[in-house]
């Protein structure tokens, strides 16, 4: 499971270190990709290929569903960490997720998440005040 915090810089090739223990998890090639929120989601190769089974199965008629996909996948770009452990963020994706020099990697159970330092301080901040109405809300999700 990809879980934990940790803040890295990227350099001025555009390569963020990924710690061990989540390259461990994340296996290779993993792809990267814009996420929601304006972070980037890195999903490791069974993962991405579930997904990529579940976009393909969406409904092509459904405008939503083309610009998810579309979104989604125009952005995805595989990626395998060099011999430091560093993976190339392509200037696009650090552009949408407005990484500059300081960024932030999450793990969320089946995905890393990359953000920009300041817009990840600035959301624990905003859903830290929610956090426990949140709880109550998903409750009857069995959690």
């Known amino acids: 499971m990809l879980i934990g915090e940790y803040r890295h810089t990227v350099d001025d090739k555009g390569r963020l270190f990924v710690p061990a223990k989540l390259r461990d998890e994340l296996g290779e090639p993993l792809v990267i990709t814009r996420g929601l929120d304006q972070c980037l989601f890195v999903f490791p190769p069974g993962e991405w290929s579930s997904l990529e089974a579940k976009l393909r199965a969406l409904p092509l008629a459904q ?36 990484i500059d020099r300081e960024a932030v990697l999450i793990g969320v159970g089946n995905r890393v998440e990359i953000w920009a330092a300041e817009r990840w301080t600035r959301y624990v901040e905003e859903a830290s005040e929610a956090y426990s109405q949140i709880a109550e809300q998903i409750v009857d999700l069995g959690i």
């Not at 979104?71 to 552009?95: F, N």
């Open 63 to 98: 405008s939503s569903a083309r610009a998810f996909v579309r979104m989604l996948l125009s952005g995805a770009s595989e990626c395998v960490p060099d011999k430091q452990g560093r993976i190339l963020l392509p200037q696009t994706l650090r552009e949408y997720a407005g």
